[in-house]
């Protein structure tokens, strides 16, 4: 089987002629325009209740399958999101591109579109909308944000490696993966069903769909790369992934448009990209219910201008807890993705609890963060956000109200 090593790819000509000679609209490459478009404007018309997790529930799966331009056929009888991996990967990129976000309670957390980012979106051509979402895909789809375990590449998840690794197996006739067991369970986990199908909806591979059995899911019988999968991963390799620096310079907070300085020369077209809004400072006094387990809570008031550190102090002595171990405050934000906030003595990079203000956490309201206490008996307080209070005015933390008595710290 044909394999060779990351280092051995090469920019060709032959990828140029590819690259000058595309044309990108609704109709291709690939389908993933239309059926990103059609995934929204599912979101924009039914706002649908997503699971505590925050993914899609099982009812809605079919209508949202059969908007696509290539319904997917299983043999499942209770599919679930992963099970669609088009749309677990198009999921993926409505969360990851700042489009759609988690609204709602904690009990009933619902999936809606952003109204402004989405005005954005509209003003976009078809070029900046595909560069886009491949940008948002490999820089930043994380798959925690689908529930996947991944491996973190300094600040960016390892889909273009991984999706390299996949193309240097795939000799230049396609790979035959029905007749092979091996190899129908490697791409299971790498690249993921959920980044194959994306390669498959960007245009970058061509996949053979088998018919669907009873009680099994996506059945592939062969797949092969495509022209503009070859061009495509070469130039991305030669001219960004290729130079750890340009990795190593990455900002926390990823920007769109990192990749058009390398990309645009091919893609002359892509002039704007999507923006999404900088939080800013709330104002107000935050009501926090802060649970652990089910019967013991405590509900507590903290101003905007405290810190971190100030609300898991107040956490502790509102259960009679000592304040000598270390602690992590970690949430999902807009994105889905894990943000932690550590104690100012922990080792792990920042941010740190005693810089960090309530104001400048973006919790939506409703939303819950955790509060893990000692790191070896592993305390676990939910903290949720029940509102915020303009007119409340006091100086420091302030326990509004206890129900249930607090369990020993520690067992002896």
């Known amino acids: 089987m044909y394999r060779q090593s990351p280092k051995e790819i090469k920019f060709l000509p032959?990828?140029?002629?590819?690259?000058?000679?595309?044309?990108?609209?609704?109709?291709?490459?690939?389908?993933?325009l239309h059926d990103f478009d059609a995934f929204l404007m599912f979101i924009k018309e039914q706002e649908p209740s997503v699971t505590p997790m925050h993914q899609l529930r099982r009812r809605v799966l079919p209508e949202i399958n059969a908007r696509l331009a290539r319904p997917f056929q299983l043999g499942l009888k209770k599919p679930l999101q992963k099970s669609y991996p088009h749309i677990h990967g198009l999921y993926l990129l409505v969360r990851a591109s700042g489009l759609t976000c988690i609204e709602g309670t904690a009990k009933k957390p619902l999936l809606i579109v952003d109204d402004a980012v989405y005005q954005v979106w509209e003003g976009l051509n078809p070029t900046e909308r595909y560069c886009t979402l491949l940008e948002t895909w490999l820089l930043r789809g994380h798959p925690e944000i689908i529930g996947e375990r991944g491996r973190s590449w300094f600040r960016i998840p390892e889909t273009f490696g991984d999706c390299l690794w996949l193309f240097h197996r795939i000799p230049d006739e396609g790979m035959p993966v029905a007749s092979d067991k091996g190899a129908e369970d490697s791409l299971r986990y790498l690249p993921g069903w959920h980044n194959?199908?994306?390669?498959?909806?960007?245009?970058?591979?061509?996949?053979?769909?088998?018919?669907p059995e009873p009680g099994k899911g996506w059945r592939i019988e062969w797949i092969g790369r495509t022209p503009l999968g070859d061009a495509l991963l070469a130039l991305l390799q030669a001219k960004f992934f290729g130079d750890m620096n340009n990795i190593l310079q990455l900002e926390e907070k990823i920007p769109f448009g990192v990749l058009q300085p390398a990309l645009q020369a091919y893609f002359p077209k892509w002039e704007n990209n999507l923006s999404i809004p900088e939080w800013a400072f709330r104002e107000g006094t935050h009501i926090f219910k802060v649970s652990l387990g089910r019967r013991i809570w405590r509900r507590i008031a903290i101003p905007a201008d405290q810190t971190l550190d100030a609300l898991a102090w107040a956490i502790l002595n509102a259960v009679e807890f000592d304040h000598d171990h270390l602690y992590e405050f970690k949430y999902q934000n807009r994105f889905g993705v894990l943000e932690r906030i550590n104690h100012p003595y922990m080792e792990d990079e920042g941010p740190w609890t005693d810089e960090v203000?309530?104001?400048?956490?973006?919790?939506?309201?409703?939303?819950?963060?955790?509060?893990?206490?000692?790191?070896?008996?592993?305390?676990?307080?939910?903290?949720?956000?029940?509102?915020?209070?303009?007119?409340?005015?006091i100086e420091k933390p302030v326990v509004l109200e206890k129900h249930g008595e607090p369990p020993a710290q520690y067992g002896w």
């Open 357 to 393: 203000l309530i104001g400048d956490v973006p919790l939506r309201v409703g939303q819950t963060m955790t509060y893990v206490f000692d790191f070896g008996d592993r305390w676990e307080f939910g903290v949720t956000l029940e509102r915020v209070d303009p007119d409340m005015v």
């Open 14 to 32: 032959e990828h140029e002629r590819v690259l000058r000679g595309l044309t990108i609209n609704e109709s291709g490459p690939g389908t993933v």
């Open 196 to 211: 194959l199908g994306l390669l498959e909806l960007f245009g970058l591979v061509s996949v053979r769909h088998g018919p």
